[in-house]
C-alpha cells in the first residue's frame, strides 16, 4: 500500500465510512446520521477522526478521543472505534491509523492511550499486543449501564 495516506475524515466521506461502521458490526446508522456525527466530531478540539487512503479510497478509520485525567495532570487518548476495510486488513493499514492516532494524542497532551476490543474479535486481539499495547483486564473491570430504554437492542 505505498499510496496510502492519513488525513482528517470529511462530512463526504460520511458513506463509505458507514460502509466501513457496516463492517465493525454497525449496521443499523444512515448516511445523514454519520455526517452529522462527523460534523460533531470535527468541529472538537478533543476529538479526532482519521480516514486511511489508498488510491483515492478511505480504506479504514480510526476515532481518538482526548480525555484530560481529573486526579492528575496529562489527558489519555481513547480509541473509540477502529476498523479497516476486509480487504485491505494485514497490509499495514490499522498500524498506520494507530500510528497516526498516538501522535495526534501525543501533540495533544495525552500520556496514555486506551483502546477495548470485544474478545471474539481474534484478529484484534493479536494486532495491539503486537503494536506495544497491554491487556490490563486483570487490573481493572469493565462495567457498563444503558441509560436510554433498550439501546441494548440497537
Same mark, same amino acid.
Given at each position: =500500500?505505498?499510496? *496510502?495516506?492519513?488525513?482528517? #475524515?470529511?462530512?463526504?466521506?460520511? @458513506?463509505?465510512?458507514?460502509? *466501513? /461502521?457496516?463492517? $465493525?458490526?454497525?449496521?443499523?446508522?444512515?448516511?445523514?446520521?454519520?455526517?452529522?456525527?462527523?460534523?460533531?466530531?470535527?468541529?472538537?478540539?478533543?476529538? $479526532? @477522526?482519521? !480516514?486511511?487512503?489508498?488510491?483515492?479510497?478511505?480504506?479504514?478509520? +480510526?476515532? $481518538? !478521543? #482526548?480525555? @484530560?485525567? /481529573?486526579?492528575?495532570?496529562?489527558?489519555?487518548?481513547?480509541?473509540?472505534? $477502529?476498523?479497516?476495510?476486509?480487504?485491505?486488513?494485514?497490509?499495514?493499514?490499522?498500524? %498506520?491509523? =494507530?500510528?497516526?492516532?498516538?501522535?495526534?494524542? %501525543?501533540?495533544?497532551?495525552? +500520556?496514555? =492511550?486506551?483502546?477495548?476490543?470485544?474478545?471474539?474479535?481474534?484478529? !484484534?486481539?493479536?494486532?495491539? @499486543?503486537? +503494536?506495544?499495547?497491554?491487556?490490563?483486564?486483570?487490573?481493572?473491570?469493565?462495567? *457498563?449501564?444503558? *441509560?436510554?430504554?433498550?439501546?441494548?437492542?440497537?
Amino acid at each position: =500500500m505505498s499510496t *496510502l495516506s492519513v488525513r482528517q #475524515v470529511r462530512q463526504d466521506d460520511a @458513506p463509505r465510512v458507514n460502509e *466501513l /461502521f457496516a463492517e $465493525l458490526g454497525h449496521p443499523e446508522n444512515t448516511d445523514d446520521e454519520v455526517t452529522a456525527r462527523l460534523a460533531h466530531w470535527n468541529d472538537s478540539e478533543d476529538l $479526532l @477522526p482519521l !480516514a486511511a487512503v489508498h488510491d483515492g479510497r478511505v480504506v479504514g478509520v +480510526i476515532a $481518538l !478521543a #482526548v480525555v @484530560p485525567f /481529573f486526579e492528575r495532570p496529562g489527558s489519555w487518548g481513547r480509541v473509540v472505534a $477502529l476498523v479497516v476495510d476486509a480487504q485491505s486488513r494485514g497490509l499495514g493499514v490499522g498500524r %498506520r491509523l =494507530m500510528e497516526a492516532a498516538e501522535e495526534a494524542a %501525543r501533540t495533544r497532551g495525552c +500520556i496514555r =492511550m486506551e483502546v477495548t476490543s470485544a474478545r471474539y474479535r481474534t484478529d !484484534a486481539q493479536a494486532f495491539y @499486543p503486537a +503494536i506495544g499495547y497491554t491487556d490490563q483486564c486483570d487490573k481493572s473491570a469493565r462495567y *457498563l449501564k444503558n *441509560l436510554v430504554p433498550d439501546y441494548a437492542n440497537r
